[in-house]
């Protein structure tokens, strides 16, 4: 009796970082880049060439972060590419992007190193804009009842059981549902709202550290290391970006 023929395995598709950067030039909420072993760029899509303030690409590629980027952002990405060149992965790393406007944008940014023979040959890296919550989801009332709380109650302690109660759903459910309606885990989303506050009162006298508590953070060096983790630079050297850009107004 005859057997049936088996299919071959699927072999891998490698796909060629051209063709990522094509794909990727018509996708306006998405920056895609390429570097090498020297942090420089060898790719990069429109979408980041005019976040730059730039018009053509070639006005990127060959360059490093530090020297497209104002240098309080373009020193913090370079220090993030070095890891990611010594091997280290980074995924959906909460961030702001200071465009020219001085408009925060709010990405999720994951990096990956290519390697090479021989070792790392460069590195990959993707951000994603933060889209609008989905408001057809089934569970998004239950979700935007969180949200609220969050809101309200950023300044202090925030815990996810205590926000799975409030959404009457499970830990894992309320995680699940979350990242799905919001695209953030209920973490990364109070981060989130805590950063935005303390660039809101940078703007004002409050003390660095009067700002940090009243946003949420639990001693001064603590919302140092998140607010540069998040925004790039310090919060001091944001306050002091935002009042030269006002007296240049």
Not at 189 to 210: N, P, V
Request: glycine content about 10%; proline content about 6%.
């Amino acid at each position: 009796m005859p057997t049936a023929l088996s299919s071959p395995p699927t072999a891998a598709v490698a796909i060629d970082a051209e063709l990522m950067q094509t794909l990727c030039d018509a996708l306006p909420d998405v920056v895609f880049f390429v570097k090498d072993g020297a942090g420089r760029y060898t790719h990069a899509n429109l979408t980041l060439v005019r976040r730059l303030g730039l018009k053509r690409r070639e006005d990127v590629i060959g360059r490093a972060v530090t020297e497209v980027f104002p240098a309080r952002l373009g020193g913090r990405y370079a220090i993030q590419d070095r890891r990611v060149l010594a091997g280290e992965i980074i995924e959906n790393q909460l961030e702001v992007h200071l465009y020219p406007n001085r408009q925060p944008g709010w990405c999720l940014t994951g990096k990956r190193p290519l390697p090479l023979a021989g070792g790392v040959g460069g590195l990959v890296g993707l951000s994603r804009d933060l889209g609008s919550p989905d408001g057809r989801d089934p569970t998004y009332e239950r979700l935007r009842r969180v949200t609220e709380h969050m809101q309200q109650n950023y300044a202090g302690p925030l815990r996810v059981t205590a926000l799975a109660q409030v959404a009457k759903l499970s830990v894992a459910q309320l995680e699940r549902h979350f990242q799905k309606v919001f695209q953030l885990t209920p973490q990364q989303a109070i981060t989130k709202m805590r950063i935005e506050a303390a660039m809101r009162e940078l703007r004002g006298e409050a003390s660095i550290a009067q700002v940090g508590l009243a946003c949420g953070f639990s001693d001064q060096s603590a919302f140092a290391r998140q607010f540069k983790a998040t925004v790039g630079m310090a919060p001091r050297d944001y306050r002091a970006s935002h009042r030269d850009f006002g007296a240049g107004d």
